[in-house]
């Protein structure tokens, strides 16, 4: 699907997509094509219920050379923001997909009160399009072409092109880095392994991060036993992706991203039940978001210094898997009493830490993972949990989350979730007794992990990598949730 962006034509034809404000508010081109059209658009609102409530779509059909007319309701001047010209755009593709139309024009005109200039909304409702028209259908062998999408060009229709392709040229690094975290996460696990993982990875080279992979034996030089515990059931052999963009100040001290990268989560020996275990194919989201992120940082040439660090494995039950009960030694030098094979992330998310902390020395460390189940629970699939040794980190990650519509919610920690985790014959165990407050012990595992004066935090994003319903930029499937979070927050604090 391509994208462009024009100036207003002397007359409009095909199928044509036009602003309508709150209270059935014809902006500039509704109006011409209404008059054009002998009141045909105010006459479809008046039968509809319709109003221009932000969100709101209603057909209309043209006349001569106009196809198919699409209202979108704008809402209250105030309410067509970023994220709103976004959902714009993503409306006018799902919309044009389902009506099968081969092009359609969206036509941005100015509305008065807004934040945004139209070069902006239009930027940003060219983002919106893209991200709705992303589809993973690449073992799909059998569909008819009308069962296919049929939008092959977009057209954005603004007074101020030249503007609007520079402010579109600071957002178009997004679509291709929210593609390859929702292509990684969608993939089954047969064809996405650790290593293909890694192989993917290494394409960010060409854009000048530096990437380095290492395997099994440097990672057991290197004593991460708790990593590569929870490989060793597997064929697949585990991977350890280093990445680095070092684009910023000599003097600034680096920002680590870490992801949770298991391809398939089957429990181990603690081995999940069958029914939805093929989700498991996602467990690799928070290192899908993170490689994402860098390559969106990359893209877009940020004034940064950001290194990453995912861990990639399979967590398999197998004659050589991990027992329950047995005792692993972690990069950090703790021990720990692998209670439960299942709680598998943050055995391999502690080395991963403490890799990257001890090789970068990081101000901030940022965590991702598809940790726990019990975060769906408290949280359910609206909001990530957020935990956190620093309310500032919180909230400049909670500011960004709002931003850009990726929510997060803060959780807490203490020592009295603490000392839940305390082994009986070795330092820490990986599970608490009960499942009560199953994502705090989880955090607190971690947060052993936190070298003093490192700003830390972790994302629980079980319950966000992966959307049964879409939204209006995001079709069902894979979210990439934290990539645009994570570039947010790093240009909002690092690139000022
Ligand atoms: N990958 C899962 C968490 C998960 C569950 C993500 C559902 C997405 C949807 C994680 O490795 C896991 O198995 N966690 C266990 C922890 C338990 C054994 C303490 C869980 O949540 O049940
Ligand atoms: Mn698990
Ligand atoms: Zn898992």
Redesign the pocket.
Known sequence: MKVEFSAFPKAFSGNVAVFVAAEKQLLATAKTLDEGTGGNVERAIAASRFTGAKGQTLAVLGQGDLGRLLLLGVGKSRELDARAAESLGGLVVADANAAGQKAVTIVVDAVKGTKLSPAQVAAHVALGAQLRGYRFDKYKTKEKPEQKPSLEQVTVVVSTVADAKRAYARLEPTVDAVFFARDVVSEPANVLYPVEFARRAKELSELGVKVEILGEAEMKKLGMGALLGVGQGSDRESQLLVMQWMNGPKSQAPIALIGKG?CF?T?GI?L?PAAGME??KW?MGGAGAVTGAMKLLAGRKARVNVVAVCALVE?MPDGKAQRPGDVVKTMSGQTVEVI?T????RLILCDAMWYAQENFKPQAMVELS?????I?VSLGHERAGLFSNNTPLSNKLRAAGAEIGEKLWRMPLGPKYDKLIDSDIADIKN?SNG?DG?SIT?AQFLQRFVQEGVAWAHLDI??V?WSTKGNDTTPKGATAFGVRLLDKWIADSFER
């Open positions: 298991v989560d429990g603690s999940k989700d498991m467990d967590n439960n299942d709680a598998e992330g598809t940790l726990t189940g019990a769906i599970v499942r199953g989880a079980a319950g990598a």
